[in-house]
């Protein structure tokens, strides 16, 4: 943990670093994609995704090993409630994101299919007493997540022109860098963040829900929006699809292998029915216009406000 008088700086630097990280990725997707004539929503979903994805892949994880269940499946719950109402709705408002009808056909489906799934493992105890099961099940959806977007990519690979290698090269260095700043700049935020919400005296679940949840969705956040500024809606809400699936397919399935992760308590049972509330709202906006306008982000904003309230004074009014 960092100590009190170095949050302020740490958190400085880590601004900087995820806003140069995230201007290099988007651009380095963006023209490898162009020139291997891949979709660049395939690689947005599957490379940004799992990049984006690395410090909530360290956070659950780590607090698992440490045998902390609640900041693992807090986390997780918070991240990808923010990925889809505060990341894609600052996406929004920004530039409204065209949205392909094949998001709505099949990556919404999966995000959906795997918030279901995650409902329902954690109702009959696959992430609790049956732990070791339910992580099983994660890592093996995910593998075959992986596989089924593989041939998609091969499928929709366009006639691509001629290229030279060292421009790929170079472009695949961006993307690698650009990961590198932005995972290096959300840890430093998240370092920050919770030394400062400690020094408050906030309780790890509420901290996990919200301030690491923020912190570890900060790549997504600045990825998302430099992509909607550049008009580059594929990356921009690929990047946020890719994310959650990776969240809860891979990152839960491996902190569920260490730990019972609590998932059947009041407070995770509420959290998790939020969490599908918002991806059923999610697809609906999808699905009626194939677009987020920014009335919509402007509306997803507002709902992420009162997500937050709750999460810091609803719960305790109502239980």
Known sequence: MIDLYLALPAFIVGVVFIYKGSDILVDGT????????????IISVILIGFGTSAPEFAISVGAAVQNQAGISLGNIIGSCVANLLLVLGIGAIIRPLSVKKGIVKREMPIVLGATIMLLLVSF????????????????????????????????????????????????????????????????????????????????????AVSMVAIGTSLPELVVSATASYKDESDIAVGNVLGSNVFNILLILGFAALFIPLKANILESIVHLWILLAVTLVMFLILYTGHSISRKEGVFMLSLYSVFIWYTFFGYSLFF
Do not use: M, W
């Open 30 to 41: 963006a023209k490898t994609a162009v020139r291997l004539g891949i979709s660049t929503l």
């Open 124 to 207: 009959f105890g696959l992430l609790d007493a049956n732990h070791f099961v339910g992580g099983i099940i994660f890592l093996v959806s995910f593998a075959a997540f992986v596989v089924y977007f593989i041939r998609c990519a091969q499928k929709e690979r366009n006639k691509r022109e001629k290229y030279d290698n060292s421009a790929i090269r170079k472009n695949i260095l961006f993307i690698i860098l650009g990961i590198i700043g932005v995972v290096a700049g959300a840890l430093l935020l998240i370092e920050s963040a919770v030394t400062i919400a400690g020094f408050l005296g906030i309780s790890p679940f509420i901290i």
